[in-house]
């Protein structure tokens, strides 16, 4: 294996590649491992393609790494008439005339309004190959603002990877499926907390459906905790969905654990009298100590992570992120953030 590596280590200097080398290496000694592991072709055709489709759409958003996406997700069979398709439509345009770019799945029905919504230079997509349905839309793909993938597992990973904000509308299994995949990284911690939105047509009663069975079904058979759907804004109001993913980030930056505590950055420095009043109201949420200003942790100053900005730390109860996201949405109405 030494040698192996040294061999590859020769590879990668005959290709300038001087960044990121053990990454690159690791995944080149992988390669080689399935072939002395003898695997099934099938199974490296999946990983291959998988690789691949991967470093095509890391290209694509790469451009983009600086500015801020929202992913809309939503039925491909939703018609031009349909009042969803105004919604998609007139929401994607504010979100862009703010400086969000949205990102689809690059097909028709929602997928084909928010990108029209959005314009082209503010649209990307990421399309999956499918035997029954169109091809990606005109709108972002005249202007080489898309990929197309073969798997919907990478696809997935790029829709989701890439946005500070999701807005669901009404869909068939594949949107709740997407709807439901966002829920369980944001509710395991496997993601980072994003605003998602669930938006209807005016009047509509499509998601309130699902929040019932949530409430009815889901809470009292123990399966999801009382606040999990906390994070989710269920409205019928275009208005409400941009405003929701855009003030989300109005004074809260991100978060880091550092072993067992929760640092939570901030784009302001909060006043002594709203930590106060923070551990009053998030008390139950706070497994020990207090909730308190912070200077960046070693870790974070070591990884050179955001150290510039204002903190707060806290030690957080397990499973409660839903007190996470209400303790976010307090950050931000913060005096000390206007």
Sequence with gaps: MDELTTRIDE??????????????????????????????????????????????????????????????FG????????????SARGVATELAERGWMVVTGAGPGIMQAAAEGAGEKMALGVSIRLPFEEKP????????????????????????????????LPGGFGTMDEMFELLTLQQTGKAEPTPIVLLDAPGGTFWQGLER???????????????????????????????????FWRNYDSLRWVDDVLVLRLKNTPTDAEIEALNVEFAPFVASGRIERSDALPAEVSDRDRVHLPRIALRLRQREVGGLYRLIDALNALPSAD
């Design 11 to 72: 590879l990668l200097d005959e290709a300038g590649i001087t960044s990121s080398r053990a990454l690159i290496t690791r995944i080149l000694l992988s390669g080689i491992q399935l072939g002395q592991d003898r695997t099934d072709r099938l199974d490296l055709k999946i990983a291959s393609s998988a690789l691949s489709e991967m470093r095509d759409a890391f290209r694509l958003f790469q451009p983009y790494s600086d500015v801020p996406k929202v992913t809309v």
């Design 75 to 86: 039925s491909a069979r939703t018609r031009s008439e349909d009042p969803l398709y105004r």
């Design 137 to 168: 839309n005109a709108v972002v793909a005249k202007d080489a603002h898309s990929v197309e993938m073969k798997y919907f597992f990478t696809r997935k990973l790029m829709l989701v990877k890439e946005s500070s904000g999701f807005i669901c």
């Design 213 to 247: 069975f949530v409430v009815e079904q889901l809470i009292p058979a123990g399966v999801i905790s009382p606040d999990d759907f906390d994070r989710v804004l269920v409205t019928d109001s275009p208005e409400q969905a941009v405003t929701r993913i855009t003030g």
